[in-house]
């Protein structure tokens, strides 16, 4: 079974930043993508980044490109997602979770249960 831990949300300003992080545990993840979702109040949860196994393709949500930027480092079973010129519409719970490709993330057909997510809050 898939364990996965988000932190690093916090409340900040728009415009400022946020590197939220992932560690995951219970198994291998070889050749899985991993991707980040988010949640807002209200609203249903949705893809934001994902990132191929070895770390050569990314893909964004288009509400994210150009701000966010997702990464991984397989040795410590870790990903990260540096979050920039944040904004007020990106508050959200965020969560991160693994696929057997890039595309399953984006469809969000995951393969580990949710955690607990990190919230952030970007006010005006």
């Known amino acids: 079974q898939v364990q996965l831990v988000e932190s690093g949300g916090g409340s900040v300003q728009a415009a400022e930043s946020l590197r939220l992080s992932c560690a995951a545990s219970g198994r291998t993840f070889r050749n899985y993508a991993m991707g980040w979702f988010r949640q807002a109040p209200g609203k249903e949860r949705e893809f934001v980044a994902g990132i191929s196994w070895g770390g050569g393709v990314t893909v964004y949500a288009d509400s994210v490109k150009g701000r966010f930027t997702v990464s991984r480092d397989n040795a410590v079973n870790t990903w990260y997602l540096q979050m920039n010129s944040l904004k007020p519409e990106d508050t959200a719970v965020y969560y991160c979770?693994?696929?057997?490709?890039?595309?399953?993330?984006?469809?969000?057909?995951?393969?580990?249960?949710w955690g607990q997510g990190t919230q952030v809050t970007v006010s005006t």
């Open positions: 979770n693994v696929a057997p490709s890039l595309a399953g993330v984006e469809g969000m057909s995951v393969s580990g249960s």
